[in-house]
Each structure stands twice: as C-alpha cells, then as structure tokens.
C-alpha cells in the first residue's frame, strides 16, 4: 500500500477505536446525602449513566459545596452547571412567574399541589423557566414550610411580633413576614445555623426534612404548624445541556427525571414522619396554631401588592385556586 493509503488507514483505524468521550455533568445540591432528594438526585444520575451506556455521566454535588441556591441558579442557566434540585422560592427573583408558587397558601394542601403541577399548570412553569434557561424536568415535593423559633410557641399571628426570622431569597417573603409584625431577613440557608446560635435571628421557616436535617431543631426548640408555603421544586437541567441532546437521550433523561420524582415523593413521605419524630424526640415543642385562617387573612395583602405588580399573572393564580 502506498504511504497515503497506509497513513488513511491507521487515521481511520484510530476512528474506529477511540472510546466516544463522555459527557460528564454536574448536578448541583442543597442538602446531605441521605435527604429524599439527593437519593432521588443519585438515582437519576445512575439511570442516566446506566441507560445512555456511559455517553452521559452525570455526577451529583451534595451538600451545596458548589454554591448557594440563587448563585447556582445563575450557573445552570450559563452552564455552568448541567443539572439541580431547585426550590421554587429563590427562583421568583430570575422567573416572575415563579412568585406565584412563593405566595402564602397558594395551595389548599399537598395533593393540591402536585395536581396542579403534573398538569397544564406545571406545563406554564415549566414553559416560563424553559424562557430562561432552565428546562424543568419534573417536580419534587417538598411539603409545606412552617415557623420555628428559638423565644416561644406561635400561636396567633400576634406571637411573631418582633421575632426576626431569615427567608429564602426573595422578597415576597419580607413582605409576607411583614405581614405579621415581624422581622425578615434574606439569607443562604447554610448561613442559618449559626445565625440561630449567636441571636442574629430568632427563627427560621421550612418543612419537616430540612428543620431536622440542617440541625436547626438543635437551637430552635419551637416548630409552629402554620403550613404556610407549599412549594414543589425541579430537577432542572441547563438548556445547553438539553439542546446538545440526541431526541434518544432526551427520552433517557426525561424518563430518568421522572422516575427520580416518584423515588423522591415516595421517600418525603417517610422522611417528614422520621424528621418530625426525631426533633420532638429532641425536646423541639411542636404545636398547632389555634387557627390557621388567622395566618391567611393576616397574609392576605401580600396576593393584593403582588397582583398590583403583576397584573398578567391573576390568571395563573386563579387558575391554580380552580385546580380541583
Ligand atoms: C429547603 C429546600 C432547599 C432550600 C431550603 C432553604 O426546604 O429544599 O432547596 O431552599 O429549604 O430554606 O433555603
């Protein structure tokens, strides 16, 4: 053979051999490595891998080492970052539509919720963060948040007077604090902790799983059931990471994300029972609220200035209201 077909044929034969390189994706994450989530957020990246024969790999980030929420929402929107599990609280600062989620009693209760977003109505969140760079895969449940303090029980909307408690990123829940009486402040959620230790707050919101898992009951021995904010959250991907897709991984990954939420919702069930058994069994006092409609009638004017400034989503929000 002559010296061109001999150099064509080792050029082709290295073609053939040379192993297809692998997308390697990172997934970021908030929380530790046993939460509902990040075994959902495992599962996803193992079926990922398993399914596309190594031509994706993704790896998944536990513990927010690669950041805090809002700046990761940034990374996957560049990304950055290939793939997460938002809360839709921080995401109403970059996605408008995303506020209506962060609205007070937004939804009658949790079924409620997920009705609404496996259907057209998660379809319109999904079309609104899809606008901005993300593409919502599925939605995973994360309960319903209530108040937690280090000072007393709340009882009446009159016993958050004066407390100061920190919010997610997003200023609706000043407003909503506000509302109370008392005192909101916006902070990283690794940031807590501390702030609960050294008095730079007297409490904090969330649900079951993360009151326990970040060791805030450790400090803050008053959990309060106001269920005030009902909030799903996505495992989203980047758009660039979706558009480089071939349409068979698409449905890989789509697949994936989908069984990952039925992993998730599955293991929050168990996991808000264990969280809240495990704080009482703490010495964490937990207690009713004497009325819960004292906490949405004092949180109402948060929907009438948000409306004001949103008029194009009243639509959204009625429409979840008439979700049966
Ligand atoms: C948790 C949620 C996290 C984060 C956190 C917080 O319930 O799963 O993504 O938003 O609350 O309060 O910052």
Redesign the pocket.
Known sequence: MTFTKFALSCALATLVAAPTVAEQWRGWN??PKDYP?SVALEGFAKEVADKTEGRIEPEVYHNGVLGD?PDAIEQVRNGGLDFAN??M??MGQIVAATNVLSLPFIFRDVDHMHTAMDGDIGRRFSDALEAEGLVALSWFD?GSRSFYNTKHPIKTPADVKGLKFRV?NNDLYVNMVDQLGGNATPMA?GEVYQSLKTGVIDGAE??YP?FESSNHYEVAKYYSITNHLIMP?CLCISTASWDALSDEDKAIVKAAAVNAAQEQRALWAEREKASRAKVEAAGVSVNEVSDPKAFQAAMAPVYEGFITANPDLEALIKDIQATK
């Open positions: 908030i929380h989530n929420q938002f809360n609280g921080p994360s997610m959620y969330n649900n993360s959250e």
